[in-house]
Nanobody
Framework: VQLQASGGGLVQPGGSLTLSCVGS????????IGWFRQATGKEREGISC????????YYAESMRGRFTISKDNAKNTVYLQMNNLKPEDTAVYSC???????????????????WGKGTQVTVSS
């Protein structure tokens, strides 16, 4: 199982960015998938996760309405559209996947089994 995130970079406050994560060795048709981030000196937090048990999408409250997760099963790719970015959104963003049955909320809260290398997002003027 491999996951490769891309699309990070430097963006001004209020700007937008879309991250992509391509998976291989598994199928998004059956696996849960999610986006996480970790800022310097802070704990990792789940941003948005799609469960494979109920198919429901979970969003962390602080990012609900600004971030949108989507996936293309045919391309085995998950996206994270981020709008109205703030300096506090600066972090390393990673995607993760899990084959166990679980809800999006569970995955975002407890993490997932397989992780990709993150991509840096810096929000600064």
């Amino acid at each position: 199982v491999q996951l490769q995130a891309s699309g990070g970079g430097l963006v001004q406050p209020g700007g937008s960015l879309t991250l992509s994560c391509v998976g291989s060795g598994f199928s998004l048709d059956y696996w849960g998938i999610g986006w996480f981030r970790q800022a310097t000196g802070k704990e990792r937090e789940g941003i948005s996760c799609i469960g494979n048990g109920d198919g429901v999408t979970y969003y962390a409250e602080s990012m609900r309405g600004r971030f949108t997760i989507s996936k293309d099963n045919a391309k085995n790719t998950v996206y994270l559209q981020m709008n109205n970015l703030k300096p506090e959104d600066t972090a390393v963003y990673s995607c993760a996947a899990d084959s166990a049955q679980g809800s999006g909320r569970h995955f975002c809260k407890y993490g997932m089994d397989h992780w990709g290398k993150g991509t840096q997002v810096t929000v600064s003027s």
